[in-house]
């Protein structure tokens, strides 16, 4: 199992459905969960001023 990063802009910040697929970035794989969750808080940190912004982990089989 390996996890990736996504991250963009969303119409609603805590629903990863609402993603506008024109700012998707994806990151990884990753092997370890750890390794993925450093990257999504760095993407996190890094706009922390925009709150439409999120990126999630998510497991690729």
């Known amino acids: 199992m390996s996890f ?3 991250d963009g802009e969303h ?3 805590n629903d990863i459905s609402t993603l506008d697929q024109s ?3 994806e990151y990884g794989p990753f092997d ?3 390794e993925a969750d450093d990257v999504c ?3 996190i940190q ?3 001023d925009n709150y439409y ?3 999630w982990v998510i ?3």
């Open 23 to 25: 700012s998707k970035k």
């Open 59 to 61: 497991k690729k089989d």
């Open 4 to 6: 990736l990063v996504i």
């Open 46 to 48: 890094r706009n922390i």
């Open 11 to 13: 119409k609603d910040p």
């Open 53 to 55: 912004h999120r990126a």
């Open 32 to 34: 370890t969960e750890a």
């Open 41 to 43: 808080k760095g993407l």
